[in-house]
Antibody, heavy 119, light 108 residues
Framework: EVQLVESGGGLVKPGGSLRVSCEAS????????MNWVRQAPGKGLQWVSS????????YYADSVRGRFTITRDNAKNSLFLQMSSLRAEDTAIYYC????????????WGQGALVTVSS | EIVMTQSPATLSVSPGERATLSCRAS??????VAWYQQKPGQAPRLLIF???TRAPDIPPRFSASGSGTEFTLTISSLQSEDLAVYYC??????????FGQGTKLEIK
């Protein structure tokens, strides 16, 4: 089955760090750029970060640049988001999403991982 | 940075009726717009790409049109399971990748 499964969410204190992961199955994830999109409670979708299929090119939203790092391990069909210096406003469900080809619309989404930043 | 503005914020439609959702870009984006459906408690799902092409397994009651700055998603005969928030997205001219703020579709 073609799917994305996130893990690693949880409760972390402000200023702390957390890593969320996304495991792809049913397809070769190195053929696709991968993305993180988050959704704060009761809010809309916000793009966080993207990484090319090779892992060479990385892009970040201004709100997370310098604090979050996107990486991937193509041998393990896995995507990661290392989050540090976390703030209350980073509280959200974090979805990984596959971008289709060079066009870049998101054709496959994971179920999401909840990250809560609170003291 | 291009802004995608959706209207209305909330739409209430009776079952069997037509629902029309709008998305406006702050500048021309050709046809590089996707629509997503997010049902309560679920992840988003791709409905439409290229402004008007249905994604696989999307029912034909969902249709979309537009180009340039004006885009429309239409649900021809609303069903109860269509209760969701619908987002448009500009998927080129990135970063950043831009989503509209969403339209919440309620069933009367």
């Amino acid at each position: 089955e073609v799917q994305l499964v996130e893990s690693g969410g949880g409760l972390v204190k402000p200023g702390g760090s957390l890593r969320v992961s996304c495991e792809a199955s049913g397809f070769n994830s190195s053929d696709y750029s991968m993305n993180w999109v988050r959704q704060a409670p009761g809010k809309g979708l916000q793009w966080v970060s993207s990484i090319s299929g090779s892992g060479i090119y990385k892009y970040y939203a201004d709100s997370v640049r310098g604090r979050f790092t996107i990486t991937r391990d193509n041998a393990k069909n896995s995507l990661f988001l290392q989050m540090s210096s976390l703030r209350a406003e980073d509280t959200a469900i974090y979805y990984c999403a596959r971008a289709w080809g060079s066009a870049g619309y998101f054709d496959l989404w994971g179920q999401g991982a909840l990250v809560t930043v609170s003291s | 940075e291009i802004v995608m503005t959706q209207s209305p914020a909330t739409l209430s439609v009776s079952p069997g009726e037509r629902a029309t959702l709008s998305c406006r870009a702050s500048q021309s984006v050709s046809r590089d717009v996707a629509w997503y459906q997010q049902k309560p408690g679920q992840a988003p799902r791709l409905l439409i790409f290229g402004a008007s092409t249905r994604a696989p397994d999307i029912p034909p009651r969902f249709s979309a049109s537009g180009s340039g700055t004006e885009f429309t998603l239409t649900i021809s005969s609303l069903q109860s399971e269509d209760l969701a928030v619908y987002y448009c997205q500009l998927y080129t001219n990135w970063p950043p990748r831009i989503f509209g703020q969403g339209t919440k579709l309620e069933i009367k």
